[in-house]
T-cell receptor, first 117, second 112 residues
Framework: AQTVTQSQPEMSVQEAETVTLSCTYD???????LFWYKQPPSRQMILVIR??????QNATENRFSVNFQKAAKSFSLKISDSQLGDAAMYFC??????????????FGKGTLLTVNP | ETGVTQTPRHLVMGMTNKKSLKCEQH?????MYWYKQSAKKPLELMFV???????ENNSVPSRFSPECPNSSHLFLHLHTLQPEDSALYLC???????????FGPGTRLLVL
């Protein structure tokens, strides 16, 4: 079974600085997607960025980028020029693209990011 | 309304009550999901419906009963719940199994 591990329960960053959130996963599959979701306090979870395992190039969405290391099974999220609105719980998630359970997202426990003014 | 909506946003119920959670998606998607989010635990997938047919049921107790009358609506019927069922229940939708899941704001459930 796939597992997703976020080893940092909490992180903090100063406004305008850069922070990296870690995620590792365990799978025997080669075809899958990885996601970072953001859940602000009392607000809904939204997709930040996603990465297909077959793509070598790291995904980027404005100030958010990932460092995808397939061999190491690592998928970290870098937030540049951090803003107060980035404060949230961040979840790393895995979804298989093969086999029967393509619908299932496997989530990590999350990292709570605080942004200090 | 846009995206995925859920009602009610908060619910308090006794162990003998029967209640229902409602989810509606306005994205034209054909798959809908129920997740449970408990404190300090990863989100757990409960049920998946694709084209109104249940395609996944992750060993969820029978006191949770899902219903998907059409591709835009999903319900979770609750009866004789336990205090450990208190959690945030999230609904999500996607266009097929290979596309991104979009989440609703959740229903915060407290079972007394």
């Amino acid at each position: 079974a796939q597992t997703v591990t976020q080893s940092q329960p909490e992180m903090s960053v100063q406004e305008a600085e850069t922070v990296t959130l870690s995620c590792t996963y365990d799978t025997s599959e080669s075809d899958y997607y990885l996601f970072w979701y953001k859940q602000p306090p009392s607000r809904q979870m939204i997709l930040v960025i996603r990465q297909e395992a077959y793509k070598q190039q790291n995904a980027t969405e404005n100030r958010f980028s990932v460092n995808f290391q397939k061999a190491a099974k690592s998928f970290s999220l870098k937030i540049s020029d951090s803003q107060l609105g980035d404060a949230a719980m961040y979840f790393c998630a895995y979804r298989s693209n093969s086999g029967g359970s393509n619908y299932k997202l496997t989530f990590g426990k999350g990292t709570l990011l605080t942004v200090n003014p | 309304e846009t995206g995925v909506t859920q009602t009610p946003r908060h619910l308090v119920m006794g162990m003998t009550n029967k209640k229902s959670l409602k989810c509606e998606q306005h994205l034209g998607h054909n798959a809908m999901y129920w997740y449970k989010q408990s404190a300090k635990k990863p989100l757990e997938l409960m049920f998946v419906y694709s084209l109104e047919e249940r395609v996944e049921n992750n060993s969820v107790p029978s006191r949770f009963s899902p219903e998907c009358p059409n591709s835009s609506h999903l319900f979770l019927h609750l009866h004789t719940l336990q205090p450990e069922d208190s959690a945030l229940y999230l609904c999500a939708s996607s266009q097929g199994r290979f596309e991104t899941q979009y989440f609703g704001p959740g229903t915060r459930l407290l079972v007394l």
